[in-house]
Nanobody
Framework: QVQLVESGGGLVQPGGSLRLSCAGS????????MRWYRQAPGKERELVAG????????NYADSVKGRFTISRDNFKKSVYLQMNGLKPEDTAVYYC????????????WGQGTQVTVSS
């Protein structure tokens, strides 16, 4: 079955950096668009970044543009989120997401990884 496992979260000071990883299994990783979402306490889940199957196209939420970079390694079946210049408002649980390219009703989520930005 499809599995997404995130790692790399933690506590970091404002201005610091973290790199999140998401390892996929149980599906043909290279043909799936991959995304990172986040959900802060009391807020709705929001899209942070997305990357196309080949990695040639990326998109970002305005709030993270210029600070976050999404990338993927199809050989390692992994997607990454490099987060620089972290701010307290980036504090959230970060989730890896994908959906079946042939049936967008089939969406898959990881368990999430906590990112806390605080001094």
């Amino acid at each position: 079955q499809v599995q997404l496992v995130e790692s790399g979260g933690g506590l970091v000071q404002p201005g610091g950096s973290l790199r999140l990883s998401c390892a996929g299994s149980g599906f043909t990783f290279s043909i799936y668009t991959m995304r990172w979402y986040r959900q802060a306490p009391g807020k709705e889940r929001e899209l942070v970044a997305g990357i196309s199957r080949s990695g040639g196209t990326t998109n970002y939420a305005d709030s993270v543009k210029g600070r976050f970079t999404i990338s993927r390694d199809n050989f390692k079946k992994s997607v990454y989120l490099q987060m620089n210049g972290l701010k307290p408002e980036d504090t959230a649980v970060y989730y890896c997401n994908t959906e079946d390219p042939y049936d967008d009703r089939r969406a898959y989520w990881g368990q999430g990884t906590q990112v806390t930005v605080s001094s």
